[in-house]
């Protein structure tokens, strides 16, 4: 069966067709960056108007580089949830009223789950049951995986996101918007032991984590640092390097209580390099496996949503075509298919 894809939970537009059989035939995205950077961060207005503008040129480009047809798609899946009202309004509107014209069921799929079963659109995919790691600017958990729709919530942030303290470290050091990698470009200037920052619930007895505490330590260093001109760079160095080590930590802690020797890591925030580094090697010491989404399915794209509807086609249903979208939705309540 071929599914289109479509993502516009916040600030990307993606569209993507995956066939059951053939697997992932072709994908478009386009990011928002450069729109919200002058402000930022996330303007919800602005974001869903883009993807209006955005969704049909992205669905036509698909099935032209594709080599299909609107007629050839069984199904469609869409982000349901969660994500900004009324970007989520625009994706599922749009596929919606599609499937209503080719009489083919649809499926609203949760952002969460599409990043959690990226990696396995890659050809050497986990096998289940693993340990998963989201971790981007609206999320940070650690979650058992066990199968499709087979989820428990083993650690959450209690604050800010990792992604989410990246944007405000960046925003406290004067740098652009997103945060991450232009945190992790001033990082590779900076110098190792210079800066002290804290690694919060580092050596906690569970597997949540905290990250405003980081940003407010890095807010007192930025404002003892006035005059020095290498402090940027040194800052946004210890920084990234405690964030890393909470993660890592957690990560391992998470393998150990659940006995398991596989882990995925999804999300924007795990595209970071110093972040594969370090898990890599002190899997790798643990003779762990760990296995990651291609850079570009790492943040929000429309390959994702395509394949986790796959997964779910028996769910999907030809009704009347009215729809919700669920900007709030936990990932650990979504049953097995």
Known sequence: MLVLGV???????????????????????????????????????????????????????????????????????????????????????????????????????????????????????????????????????????????????????????????????????????????????????????????????????NLDFSFSGLKTAVLTAVNASQGNEDAPADIALAFQEAVVDVLVAKCMGALKETGMRRLIVSGGVGANRQLREKLNRVAAESQVAVAYPRLEFCTDNGAMIAFAGAMRLKHAAVGDHAFTVRPRWDLSALAAP
């Open 7 to 205: 993502e516009s939970s916040c600030d990307e537009t993606g569209i993507a067709l995956y066939d059951t059989e053939r697997g992932l035939l072709g994908h478009a995205l386009h990011s928002q960056v450069k729109m919200h950077a002058e402000y930022g961060g996330v303007v919800p207005e602005l974001a869903s108007r883009d993807h209006i503008r955005r969704v049909l040129p992205l669905t036509e480009k698909v099935l032209i580089d594709s080599a299909c047809s609107l007629q050839d798609i069984d199904a469609i899946a869409y982000t349901q949830g969660p994500g900004l009202s009324g970007a989520l309004l625009v994706g599922a509107s749009v596929a919606e009223a599609l499937a209503f014209t080719l009489d083919v069921p649809t499926i609203g799929v949760h952002h969460l789950e599409g990043h959690l079963l990226a990696p396995l659109l890659e050809d050497s995919a986990p096998e289940f049951p693993f340990v998963a790691l989201l971790v981007s600017g609206g999320h940070t958990q650690l979650m058992r995986v066990d199968g499709i729709g087979r989820y428990a919530l083993l650690g959450d942030t209690l604050d800010d996101a990792a992604g989410e303290a990246f944007d405000k470290t960046a925003k406290l050091l004067g740098l652009g918007y997103p945060g991450g990698p232009a945190i992790s470009r001033l990082a590779d200037q900076g110098h190792p032991g210079r800066v002290k920052l804290p690694r919060p619930m580092l050596n906690s007895d």
